[in-house]
């Protein structure tokens, strides 16, 4: 599965030439286990995250701050930090626990959108430290695909 993710993300860079965006709405998803309704707002090379969404018993809300620029005229790169606050079931890194998660992470990614339609799609990856439930620190990754609005 994750190596169609990837896939789909490196064909997405390659159909069509690069356009920048103010602000976009889609959905994030990927390890460990989290679906988010998420919206991306960019200021000149900041840019904001925030989702709400979850996984099997549990609501999951996190919010990113990006420093994102041009790599070449298709992709854009990004990299900056982010937290999550989770309620209900914390399956987290294999570890099942119920109650309040919080977390932090690191992130670097890219971006793509295109041209001719207003389709933005990332992938990311980068550690994460939960501190509740429990102390874990574990590896993970996102893939986004949202509908450019401005």
């Known amino acids: 599965m994750k190596k169609f993710f990837l896939a789909f993300a490196c064909l997405c860079t390659f159909l069509a030439s690069a356009q920048r965006y103010t602000s976009s709405l889609g959905l994030r998803g ?3 286990g989290v679906i988010y309704l998420n919206a991306k707002y960019r200021i000149n090379h900041q840019a904001y995250e925030l989702g709400l969404g979850g996984n099997t018993g549990a609501l999951w809300i996190h919010g990113n701050a990006y420093y994102q620029n041009e790599l ?7 990299y900056g930090f982010g937290a999550n606050l989770g309620l209900g079931n914390m399956n987290q890194f294999e570890t099942n626990l119920n109650g309040l998660g919080i977390g932090a992470s690191a992130v670097v990614g890219i971006e793509h959108t295109l041209e001719d339609f207003p389709l933005n799609v990332s992938l990311d990856l980068g550690p994460s430290l939960y501190v509740l439930p429990r102390l874990q620190l574990g590896f993970a990754w996102a893939l986004s695909i949202r509908y450019v609005l401005h």
């Not at 070449?72 to 990004?78: A, M, T």
């Open 72 to 78: 070449n005229e298709l992709l854009d790169y990004y």
């Open 30 to 32: 990927g390890s460990p």
